[in-house]
């Protein structure tokens, strides 16, 4: 008897880690009960007969009875989008299928941020139900950092309301006691009122039922707009279980902080409120239209060229990054040389910022390579080709970024600083600053002084294709 093969198709915006990569391998092969076998995976750029990019990669190290070959695109999504979308067929995917699994990859904990680790995320799966509804939802947890041994109360209500929304968590180890989903309105209610407050001067999230209105409290105003992420994603899904578990009521926001003007009707929490008819306390929600598509296909960021490198570097070298915050992206840690993973300062001394001192910034690169052969720290900044000069110019803004980490953690590297283009149909560089272009074609340009790092990564992926 034959098994059936196909294809696995990752839609991501994200840099495709290998970690990653293995549980969404795991979670699938368990979801089909079939046996699969993992070994040294790697991420190999797929190049035409002219070695130019087909900005698809496939990834090698992965064996499944039911599984063909497992490709990688990149993509760009509407405003509220999910890490990845697995689908599961023979022929790259469109707009119009289905895919098998939506994930939202996280390595943060509640042990760093209580609301960045759940609820900064929850709007997502609230969003892609009006165009996937039959997909599988999941949070996945790419810890790069011990697991907080006593989880927070926000983190519990959180992951209750995900699991109520029919949201499946990995890679995190939960007690079964406390996190299920709730089963009744009164239920979510009882649970936020016995949540202990916020510091005063913080609006809190509560919940009150009166008659035939649910109110909830909760800021939406920050920097002069609808722009409260933690928020958004906490009243959104609260307001979505509220829906699920039977009301069919009014809800209302309150304390949002918001005047008429700040509600658009292409922000992400107002298309929400449309879907779920959530009111806004003394404003007017106006009609909102979702975007078309839910993705599509990234042929124009900057991070196809620094993603590019970034994995050519990691799959044919022996050199690794160690800090990557790649445009769109969600920003990594920094791993000193010991392979401690630590989060970055936003200032060299937040004192004088708050004072008013803007230099006291942290400005940051969008990937630090390390060399191991020529003993290297590379800092790269991306830019689409025609902003170039604007990547070069931002190339002298780092000091401060090599003081507190490059130049304290990694002491005998010589730091080399350059910038990696996507974009045009050039096929020369001429500014000596620029190490790589990926142009529109695909070609592979490096330039006249590129580190010895990109040159060696380039030609061992034209030797593997040769």
């Not at 609230?126 to 790419?142: C, D, E, G, W």
């Amino acid at each position: 008897m034959t098994t059936i093969k196909k294809n696995l198709w990752i839609l991501t915006e994200e840099r495709p880690k290998i970690k990653v990569l293995e549980m969404i391998f795991k979670y699938f092969a368990q979801d089909y009960n079939c046996g699969f076998f993992v070994d040294n995976i790697r991420i190999i750029p797929l190049l035409d007969e002219n070695k130019c990019f087909d900005f698809t990669y496939q990834v090698i190290g992965f064996s499944c009875a039911k599984v063909d070959k497992v490709y990688i695109k990149t993509v760009s999504g509407a405003s509220s989008f999910t890490d990845f979308l697995i689908f599961y067929q023979d022929n790259q995917p469109v707009q119009t299928d289905v895919p098998l699994y939506a994930i939202e990859e996280t390595k943060t904990d509640d042990k760093e941020s209580r609301n960045t680790g759940v609820f900064q995320r929850c709007s997502k799966f609230v969003f892609i139900q009006n165009y996937y509804p039959t997909t599988k939802k999941i949070m996945l947890y790419a810890l790069q950092v011990e697991q907080k041994e006593k989880p927070t109360e926000t983190y519990i209500f959180g992951t209750r309301l995900l699991l109520t929304l029919g949201v499946e968590i990995l890679g995190k180890k939960l007690d079964e006691n406390i996190f299920k989903p709730f089963t009744s309105i009164d239920e979510v209610i009882k649970c936020k009122k016995s949540m202990r407050r916020p510091p005063a001067g913080n609006v809190p999230i509560l919940i009150t039922q009166s008659n035939k209105t649910i109110q909830i409290s909760g800021r939406l105003y920050k920097s002069n707009s609808l722009s409260h992420d933690p928020n958004i994603g906490a009243l959104s899904i609260i307001s979505a279980v509220l829906r699920k578990l039977g009301w069919k009521d009014n809800i209302v926001i309150t304390q949002h902080g918001l005047s008429q003007k700040h509600v658009s009707k292409t922000n992400k929490f107002v298309q929400i409120a449309n879907k779920l008819n959530i009111g806004l306390l003394d404003l007017n929600v106006p009609q909102a239209t979702f975007p078309q598509e839910y993705w599509h296909y990234d042929m124009k960021g900057e991070k196809l060229a620094t993603i590019f490198i970034h994995i050519v570097v990691e799959n044919f070298t022996e050199s690794y990054s160690v800090f990557e915050n790649h445009a769109g992206c969600e920003k990594g840690y920094f791993q000193t040389s010991k392979g401690e993973r630590i989060p970055l300062a936003k200032y060299t001394d937040r004192a004088k910022y708050k004072a008013g001192d803007k230099d006291q910034i942290v400005s940051i690169p969008d990937l630090v390579l390390l060399d191991i052969t020529e003993t290297e720290a590379i800092t790269i900044e991306g830019k689409k080709y025609e902003f170039r000069q604007n990547g070069i110019n931002e190339l002298a803004g780092y000091d401060a970024f090599d003081n507190l980490y490059l130049k304290k953690y990694y002491t005998k590297y010589k730091i080399v600083r350059t910038v990696v283009l996507y974009g045009s149909q050039e096929e020369t560089i001429a500014e000596i600053q620029v190490g790589f272009l990926l142009n529109q074609k695909g070609k592979l340009v490096l330039g006249i002084k590129a580190p010895k790092l990109f040159k060696r990564a380039i030609q061992n992926l034209l030797d593997y294709w040769n």
